[in-house]
Structures are given as structure tokens and as C-alpha cells.
């Protein structure tokens, strides 16, 4: 099939949106607390309402799709994210937030299910695996990006410099003392100009994959019964919850205990964070094509484990770089769970990555545990927490014996090609 560019590129702005409005939270955080006077407990509802979305819509979002189409269920999920931003933006108050994270997660949810197939036909499947890796350096991208963006906002509307850019406009629209605000009245813009461009585009006809489909209800019953589809579903769980437990609360934590301000600072090593996970993604993939996927999985993981002692327990400019480092060796551990998790079971593909997906509603519960443990104790140990969730995932690297290995190539296979 003749490669369709225009939908590639589509498809890589859907990308850099998803992560643009998804990996913001860490950066507001601290904002967000105080605006609110927020326990730590409420402060983890956010993050939760955020991606609870993921596991109640990974599935179901799978048989819309066979039945509206890509083009339909794209419109949908920008609807949802510009009617959550707008609300949120003319209303913004707790409760109304908390409503405006969960609908747009779920638009996030629905676009992560429709892009991956859509992007395998638009692109050509000989080149799948190199689009896959630019979706994932735009959307590292956009998370670097994002912190950023909402950096500059909001110092420059909590200083009064109306002359700037967007920021005379955006001062008249936030509440006082809630610069924080005018991220979201971005957020809607974005929406609403994706669902224009969309509405505009020709889609092509996406013949969906085996290892694509939802699948029967009886498949789905079938994968329970095997231990590996909840242990490798576990395996998803733990790690978007240290994914998202480090990035949204490492902006709080730096100004709690090393007092650091998290409109600048803060925000500039949740940024940090996102880019360096970036880098770790292409280092990741050039390690597996020489090292056993359970191998790097094992020794990445001892990594994280050791700065996330160092960020934790270190001093203030060995956390403020120990904590971003972090997300350099989170960076495979996403990508290879679910291939040992798929490369585990004969059948059943596409219900199974179902299964997984919804696992990412993993970011939601581990940020309530950690914010009701801070509640009870301290931040501090709220966040020791996620050496449990990566003590699991290092145990993955010990237990998994997928059906099919990654392949890898040797040095000596390189120089005698």
C-alpha cells in the first residue's frame, strides 16, 4: 500500500498533543496543592482521575473502534479533551478539575488505542518499527516541552508582563493567584485545532492485525487463566506508577525538603525528566539488539532503584539531578514488559495488549498509596513506596521466559557486516 504522509504526519501530532497534555501534572503539582490547599491524598485524586481513565477505557475503546472507525473515534477524543480543558478553564474549581482530568484522560485512552494500528497502514508496515521510535522521541519531545511552556506562562503572568506574548490575553482569562490556569485554556486550543485539521483529512481503510483486535469475550476469559497475562498486567501496573509517582511528585518533593521553586526549578526537572527518558528509549533500543531484553530490563532497573536512593536521600543538587536521571532508566522498561509480556502467550495478541493497556491505570492507584502513606508519615516515605513498584518490576528479569527472545546480534556480526 502506497504510504499515506499526511496521515504520518497526523499521527505524529497526535502524538506530541497526548504527551503534551498527559505528562504536565508533575510540573502543576505544587501549584495545584496550594491553590487548592490539598492533602496529599487529594493531591494523588489528580494523577488518578488522570489515568483511572485508561482502565476503564482501554477495552471498550478497542470495539468502538472496529464499529466507528479511526477518523470518528479521533474527532471523539479531542471533543473530549476540549470540552474537559474549556470546563476546567471557565470553572476552575477542585472538583470541576478533577471531572476535567478523568474526561480527558479518556480522550487520551481512546487515541492511544487508534493511533498505533492507524500509523502500522499509513506508514507501511516495513516501516512500523522505525515510525514507532519518532512517535516516541515526539513524544518525549512534547513532554520536555510541556513543563516548559507552563514554566513560562506562569511566571510571566505572575510577574504582570501583559507586553509578552499570549500572556496579556491569558492574564485576563486565569482567576488571580491561579496563573496555573492558563495551561488548560492552551490545552482547548490545541483540541479544537486537532479536531479541525482532523475533520479536513482523508483516512485510509485500516485493515486491523491479529495482535490488533480487541477480541471475543471468551478470549478474554481464556488469557485470566494464565498467570503470566496477570503478572506481565502487573508488570504494566507497576510501571506507569513509577513512571508517573516519580514525575508528579518530584517538583513537590525538591521544594518540600530542598526548597527549590517548582514554577522554575520544578518544572525544569519534571522537563528534564521527560527528556532523558527520551534518550534512554534510543539507548534502549540499540542495547537490545545486542543484550538479552531480561538482561537490560535488570540493570536498568537496579539503576532507577539507585537514584531514586539518591534523589530521595541525597542532598539538594544531588536530588535535583538524581530525580531526572531516574527517567533515563525508566526508559526500556515499558517497551520491554510488553514484548516479553506478548512473546509469553501463543494466542489471543490483541486481547492480551488490551489487558495490558489497562494496566496503565497503574498511574492512578500507586499515587493515591503514595499520597495517603504522606499523609500518614511524610512525602519522603509516601515515595519509598515506589521501591516496591520497582522491586517487582525487577523481578520480571528473573521470572519471564517468553515463548520468542528479542533477537540480538553480536560485535562480531557488526564488523563483518
Not at 514554566?151 to 500572556?167: A, M, R
Not at 491505570?361 to 515515595?383: H, N, P
Request: proline share 3%.
Amino acid at each position: 500500500m502506497k504510504r499515506n504522509y499526511i496521515i504520518v504526519a497526523l499521527i505524529l501530532v497526535t502524538f506530541f498533543v497526548i504527551s503534551f497534555l498527559t505528562n504536565i501534572l508533575g510540573a502543576l503539582n505544587p501549584n495545584v496543592s496550594a491553590s487548592y490547599s490539598l492533602t496529599e491524598t487529594m493531591a494523588g485524586f489528580l494523577p488518578f482521575a488522570f489515568f483511572i481513565a485508561y482502565g476503564v477505557m482501554s477495552i471498550p475503546s478497542g470495539f468502538l473502534l472496529e464499529k466507528w472507525g479511526e477518523k470518528r473515534m479521533m474527532i471523539l477524543a479531542f471533543m473530549l479533551a476540549f470540552l474537559g480543558a474549556l470546563i476546567f478553564a471557565l470553572y476552575p474549581g477542585f472538583n470541576v478539575f478533577v471531572v476535567s482530568l478523568f474526561t480527558i484522560g479518556t480522550g487520551m485512552a481512546v487515541l492511544q488505542v487508534v493511533i498505533n494500528p492507524l500509523l502500522r497502514v499509513a506508514g507501511g508496515e516495513e516501516h512500523y518499527a522505525f515510525n514507532s521510535v519518532l512517535a516516541q522521541l515526539i513524544f518525549g519531545l512534547a513532554s520536555f516541552i510541556s513543563p516548559q511552556m507552563y514554566s513560562y506562562l506562569v511566571t510571566n503572568i505572575d510577574k504582570g508582563n501583559v507586553g509578552k506574548p499570549f500572556i496579556g490575553m491569558m492574564t485576563g482569562l486565569v482567576p488571580q493567584e491561579m496563573s496555573w490556569v492558563s495551561v488548560y485554556w492552551v490545552f482547548a486550543l490545541l483540541s479544537i485545532l486537532m479536531i479541525a485539521v482532523i475533520f479536513f483529512v482523508r483516512f485510509p481503510k485500516v485493515e486491523l492485525q491479529e495482535d490488533e483486535k480487541v477480541g471475543s469475550k471468551e478470549s478474554y476469559v481464556e488469557l485470566f487463566k494464565n498467570k503470566y497475562v496477570i503478572l506481565y498486567f502487573l508488570g504494566i501496573f507497576t510501571y506507569v506508577g513509577t513512571e508517573q509517582g516519580i514525575s508528579y511528585w518530584m517538583s513537590k518533593f525538591l521544594n518540600v525538603y530542598h526548597g527549590f521553586d517548582p514554577d522554575t526549578v520544578g518544572a525544569d526537572a519534571v522537563s528534564y525528566f521527560w527528556g532523558l527518558m527520551t534518550i534512554g528509549g534510543v539507548l534502549g533500543l540499540i542495547l537490545l539488539k545486542l543484550v538479552d531484553s531480561k538482561q537490560v530490563l535488570r540493570w536498568f532497573t537496579v539503576l532507577a532503584i539507585f537514584s531514586l536512593i539518591a534523589g530521595l536521600f541525597g542532598g539538594a543538587k544531588i536530588a535535583l539531578w538524581a530525580f531526572p536521571v531516574s527517567g533515563f532508566f525508566l526508559s526500556v522498561m515499558y517497551p520491554v514488559i510488553v514484548s516479553l509480556g506478548l512473546n509469553s502467550v501463543s494466542k489471543h495478541h490483541g486481547s492480551f495488549a488490551g489487558i495490558l493497556m489497562t494496566g496503565i491505570a497503574g498511574g492512578a492507584i500507586v499515587q493515591i498509596l503514595i499520597g495517603g502513606i504522606s499523609d500518614l508519615t511524610s512525602l519522603k516515605t509516601g515515595m519509598i513506596f515506589l521501591f516496591v513498584t520497582l522491586g517487582y518490576i525487577l523481578s520480571i528479569s528473573f521470572w519471564a521466559k517468553p515463548i520468542i527472545s528479542n533477537k540480538t546480534i553480536s560485535i562480531k556480526e557488526i564488523f563483518k557486516s
